[in-house]
């Protein structure tokens, strides 16, 4: 099997970035009408409306400020999946080592230990994107004990997970 486009467009790690962009824009929407809001009352209480406005906008580019590196990052993250594609070799990894996240506490990842085709023992660890919860980018019931394809580059150690065997 040949690592394309498609396979990392409709891989896990593309799926993972994904959706921490949607996470991100969900809750920056949130704010963003909370702010508004919270203008729009303030406005009953300050004679100039135009001050209320400005509050606004100083607090819209607070929140840029904190929230568009990260933003950038996951971005950046999902494009460089596409680069340098042919110096990825696929192999079958049994996802059977979950572990607890340490900034995410109700996500797992997985330690995948597998040979390489030069022979080398490698022991990665995925992003903690598998839970048994109901908003999780992956179900860990789903994903558990099963057999995935990983895409591995040995000259840089980065993976992508791909999909289910």
């Given at each position: 099997?040949?690592?394309?486009?498609?396979?990392?467009?409709?891989?896990?790690?593309?799926?993972?970035?994904?959706?921490?962009?949607?996470?991100?824009?969900?809750?920056?929407?949130?704010?963003?009408?909370?702010?508004?809001?919270?203008?729009?009352?303030?406005?009953?209480?300050?004679?100039?409306?135009?001050?209320?406005?400005?509050?606004?906008?100083?607090?819209?580019?607070?929140?840029?400020?904190?929230?568009?590196?990260?933003?950038?990052?996951?971005?950046?993250?999902?494009?460089?999946?596409?680069?340098?594609?042919?110096?990825?070799e696929i192999y079958e990894v049994k996802l059977d080592t979950p572990r607890n996240s340490y900034v995410?506490?109700?996500?797992?990842?997985?330690?995948?230990?597998?040979?390489?085709?030069?022979?080398?023992?490698?022991?990665?660890?995925?992003?903690?994107?598998?839970?048994?919860?109901?908003?999780?980018?992956?179900?860990?019931?789903?994903?558990?004990?099963?057999?995935?394809?990983?895409?591995?580059?040995?000259?840089?150690?980065?993976?992508?997970?791909?999909?289910?065997?």
């Amino acid at each position: 099997m040949k690592l394309t486009e498609d396979l990392i467009r409709n891989s896990l790690s593309a799926k993972w970035a994904k959706f921490n962009l949607k996470v991100g824009l969900y809750i920056s929407l949130i704010i963003i009408a909370a702010w508004f809001l919270v203008c729009l009352m303030s406005r009953l209480f300050v004679r100039h409306i135009l001050m209320s406005f400005t509050i606004l906008i100083y607090m819209m580019i607070a929140y840029a400020l904190v929230y568009l590196p990260m933003f950038i990052y996951y971005i950046l993250q999902y494009k460089n999946l596409f680069k340098n594609i042919e110096d990825y070799e696929i192999y079958e990894v049994k996802l059977d080592t979950p572990r607890n996240s340490y900034v995410a506490k109700a996500a797992m990842y997985y330690l995948i230990k597998f040979k390489t085709i030069n022979n080398q023992t490698v022991t990665i660890s995925t992003k903690p994107m598998f839970s048994s919860r109901m908003v999780a980018c992956c179900s860990l019931d789903e994903y558990n004990n099963q057999i995935v394809y990983l895409a591995y580059n040995e000259t840089n150690n980065k993976h992508i997970l791909l999909s289910l065997k």
